[in-house]
């Protein structure tokens, strides 16, 4: 995913393996989510955020529980227009 791939490399930039740390952080809570996707609050229509602690950062993410499917929007940087995932939300349903 290009959001966690941008992020990942602005934090090395910032200190060396602070990129590492913020990966393996919101991949966990990805794996997490696997288990309970639906814990989470409907934040935007259909839209389930996750806030990823000691970042601003959260995950958007769909579930589809017809086929038992989670789908990830955006690792959004909460710091950002709140438009710009909201755009990607309505292209993924294109």
Known sequence: MEDLKSAKEW?????????KKFSDKVKKLIS??????LSYAIRYADV????????PYTIHYKVNQDIKTIVIIAV?????????W???????KK
């Open 11 to 19: 934090y090395d930039e910032q200190q060396k393996g602070l990129g």
């Open 32 to 37: 997490d989510l696997r288990k309970q996707p």
């Open 48 to 55: 389930r955020c996750l806030l990823v602690f000691k970042y």
């Open 76 to 84: 959004f940087n909460t710091n950002r227009n709140p438009e710009i």
């Open 86 to 92: 909201k755009e990607r939300n309505e292209n993924m």
